[in-house]
């Protein structure tokens, strides 16, 4: 069992940060780029007085060269809201070892939980389960990581999640621009959660995608024969693995392949978490990779 | 193909081996839930089919690998045309073919024996060239018609195809012993005796001694050829028998025909019919229905017209088995019997004697209905008997003359008997006075020896007579209880009678009745065409009460018969035992004509020899059961007939267990079936060392090359 806050995790996670590498528009002043001018330290442009103005922002230099009435503008910075979407499906219970893919996902979305409000943006938790949706509201209080904990350790992934629907009902209701973490194995319909993303990037969201997969997923490695049962009533089959080993990872390669296209397509960021690399690895070489490429 | 380590083949249950190891596999199964479903039914469906085939395939290919081996360790050895070109060395065979009377059962196609002809000359067909082969007919007696392995193949199916059935049962010990015999005389290669047979119960009767030829001749190769299907069907005429009398011209004489149904269904509508001398039928009987294993006697009464000997036929309608659908019977038609009998003076003290009582069975009739009898009776005394042309009659008794000085003398009555006469001679009070009882000169004569009289051991009050056993034609009916017991009859003194021995070429003599302790109460021999009967007692009271006893009538009717119409016995012979019959003496040096069974006329069967101031004819061909006649000239009536008779129970279809022909001829080969050939070529057990299961564990070896590669192609995953 992976712990939800895993200290080396959250230490790398912590350090590194989460920037927006996207234009988000924040509800208070922070470290991201807003689409709004405001009253900063950083000169942006004048423009013509008009009544009301605060005469503090007047340039009074321009006024004694020109004898123009100009307000003085500055860039605003903001901070931004994570939109954290984990996939609850059953097929997220499945782990071959220790570790099944919902802990990982669980403690994947608390690290980087963690990590936002630890910069002092927001986070809303959303968990797609079955019989209904976990939501939690929009908070940037780093007190409230206790309540992100207690909601990822109380729920139970099971039955079957139409997680790219889930999503379009997310976009919908968000306004503002923000960043939306979504974590899934993306078993459910590639097509809706295509669409989905597609969605949250036409509305002007940064979305970066955790592909979540089990190794043996990955590497089809089992021996003998062998009867799979498949979850989100799949039915079953009986099969020699070493048999097939060949044309399983084809298909599988190909899914894995066409989501990370139509990640790459919509400018998403995609990011295999596969549950045999420890975590801290996986996140802390993602961000790390953001702040690389934050900073060209 | 057959196996010389048949017991391996039990291995053969190994075959299920790979199943069962392939359904433990399947068995010992992880169960694993699974996430990626969707991807996997993908896959799987996409290669269910494929992989089931390559399964399927390994697994034959495994289980043939198991089955090959197990075949190889069981020495196979090819039988088939392969094996013959393996081997094409010559082969010495014995062929040794089954005439007995069942191997003429026809299936509807063809009868036994000439499937038995086609497989043995497919065999010589088929045989590598410089093959030997010799043929041996096995009957009751074998005959070796090819004796050795003759080169002449041609000649040897020739002789095939003229191989008949005969009307016996046949032993095949005999036959195979002659064989071997033949194949141990030189260096024969590959020695092999084929017998041919459809194995009934009396071929194998020996199959103990046949497994210890085939032990003491482990060189020669031991074939059996089974022919024909093992079916019971068959209905025969097992006997036909006299009903008492003799056979006179002008008069009814009755036959009592034995039928019996040896099958396990009944047969209905059975018409019996009875004909002479191949004429049209002269009595039918019709019996509704014949069950099975049922015995049933048919009464048919016929007459002939002319005397001299003619043949009896019954028949009824053709069956499974022909030959014993229609039986003959030989007799001697006479025109009027002339017996006449030789005593002394009679006195009115002495009381009624033998010539009494015999003259009353003979002709139980009235003074005034003798002059009409079919036989006439003269008695006379030995001095006027003297003077008699003996010739005249066709029955001479002797009872018990006081003076044998005035009767003819021994050598007229040889010559007498010799002719065809016949003599009965009753010794009595007379006999018993002198000594010896009958001169030296009458030892040649008589068919046995008188002693003194002798009376019965002190604890006994008298001699009895046999009361079961009796072997004689005349008094086998007495063997069935209904006939009544002769234990009531009572000798108080007798002749003890030593059997005299056999000329060198006669026939010895033969017990009709006897006592109860064996000694002969009446003996005969046959002498040329004539009998000479002797009994150990007179008829007379203080001798024996036989004459009291309600049979006596009977048996000496039955008796009076037999001596005069030669249906008792030398008219009517078993397969194979030849007849001879007299002949005039100016027929010496003529041939004689035979018209056998199946012949339309007469064809020359040999010569008339001299013999002892007579004609002798002589005819050993007798193996088919049927009416025999034999003639001077084709076309002349027959001046001798006779009838071969097969056993009783020819007609009866047993058949041997397969296993204990397997364990006679080889104990590792199994017995062929059905009409397959057996190549002569390549069945000698040195042939087998090089027998099949090398190039089987070559096939093995690239089978499992083969499984091996494509086991591994098809574990690489897909």
Known sequence: ?????????????????????????????????????????????????????????????????????????????????????????????????????????????????????????????????????????RTDNPGKMTEVLSRLA???????????????????????????????????????????????????????????????????PMKGTVRFEGLENLGAVQTSPAEIRKSYLEVFDAFRTRVRHFCERANCHYVLADTGVPLAETLGAYLAFRRRAAAR | MTFLAPIVLTGLAAVGLPILIHLLNKSQVKVMKWAAMKFLLECVRKNERKMQLEDLLLLILRCLLVALLVLAFALPALKGLGKALLNTGPVTAML????????????????????????????????????????????????????????????VKRRIQLAETDAGKSDLYP????????????????????????????????????????????????????????????????????????????????????????????????????????????????IATLGAGEERKVLLTIKSETAGFHALEVKTPADRIPGDNARAMAFRALERPKVLIVRDERTQASGPSSEFFLAQALQPLSREQRARAPITITEKTPREAGSLPIDEFDLVVLCDPRDLSALWSAEILA??????????????????????????AWNTLLPALPGRPETPPKDQPAFGLQTTGFLHPVLAPWNEPSMGSLALVRTARRFPLRAAKAAKDGIPPQTILAFSDGQPALIEWKVGNGRATLAAFPLERGWTNLYLHPSFVAIIQRWFAAMLSGHGGELNLPPRAG?????????????????????????????????????????RETAKAGPYSISLEPTTPPIAAFAVQGPADAGELRYAEPDAITTALKADAPTPTGSEVVPMAGRSKAAYSMELWFPIIVIATLLLCLETALAHRFSQSK
């Open chain 2, 175 to 286: 036959a195979m012993k002659l064989a071997v015999d033949a194949l141990q005389q030189g260096n024969a290669p590959q020695p092999q005796v084929h017998i041919f047979t459809d194995d009934t119960v009396s071929a194998w009767a020996r199959a103990d001694e046949i497994a210890k030829l085939r032990l003491e001749n482990p060189d020669i190769e031991f074939i059996h050829h089974a022919v024909g299907a093992r079916e019971t069907d068959n209905t025969s005429i097992t006997a036909l028998q006299t009903e008492g009398g003799s056979p006179v011209t002008g008069e009814p004489f009755s036959i009592v025909a034995t039928l019996k149904n040896w099958g396990t269904e009944p047969v209905t509508g059975i018409r019996v019919t009875a004909s002479v001398d191949r004429d049209a039928p002269q009595a039918e009987e019709l």
């Open chain 1, 1 to 137: 069992m992976i712990p939800l806050l895993d200290p080396d995790t959250v230490s790398r996670a912590d350090s590194l940060g989460l920037i927006a590498r996207m234009i988000v528009e924040g509800y208070k002043v922070g470290d991201h780029r807003s689409p709004k001018r405001g009253f900063a330290i950083e000169f942006a442009q004048h423009r013509e007085y008009t009544t009301g103005d605060d005469l503090r922002h007047l340039d009074w230099k321009v006024l004694g060269r020109t004898d123009r009435y100009c307000i003085k503008q500055y860039e605003q910075d903001t901070n931004f809201v994570a939109q954290l979407m984990l996939d609850g499906s059953e097929s997220m219970v499945f782990g071959s070892d220790k570790v099944r893919k919902i802990d990982y996902a669980k403690a994947l979305t608390a690290c980087v939980a963690h990590a936002i409000l630890g910069q002092r943006d927001a986070i809303a938790l959303n968990i797609f389960t079955n019989p209904g949706p976990v939501h939690m509201a």
């Open chain 2, 579 to 619: 007849f001879g019959h007299a002949a005039p003496l100016d027929a010496v040096g003529k041939a004689f004509f035979v018209r056998a069974p199946g012949q339309d006329e007469a064809r020359k069967a040999g010569q008339i020899e001299g013999r002892e101031n007579s004609g002798w004819l002589q005819f």
């Open chain 1, 154 to 220: 109380a729920f139970e992934a099971g039955g079957e999640a139409n997680f790219g629907t889930a999503i379009e009902q997310v976009a919908a209701r968000t306004s503002s621009r923000g960043i939306f973490v979504i974590i899934s194995d993306f078993f459910g319909d590639e097509e809706s959660l295509r669409q989905g993303i597609e969605r949250l990037r036409f509305s002007g969201h940064e979305v970066v995608v955790f592909h979540v997969l089990d190794p043996a997923e990955i590497s089809f």
């Open chain 2, 96 to 155: 040794v073919l089954d005439r007995s009377a069942s191997m003429e059962y026809n299936n509807g196609q063809e009868a036994r024996l000439d499937q038995a002809k086609s497989e043995a000359n497919r065999l010589l067909d088929s045989s590598p060239g410089g093959t030997k082969a010799g043929l041996i007919l096995a009957g009751a007696m074998p005959d070796a018609v090819v004796p050795s392995p003759s080169g002449d193949l041609p000649l």
């Open chain 2, 415 to 440: 010559a007498y008997v010799k002719q065809g006469g016949n003599l009965l001679v009753f010794p009595g009070e007379n006999a018993a006075a002198r000594t010896p009882p009958f001169p030296d």
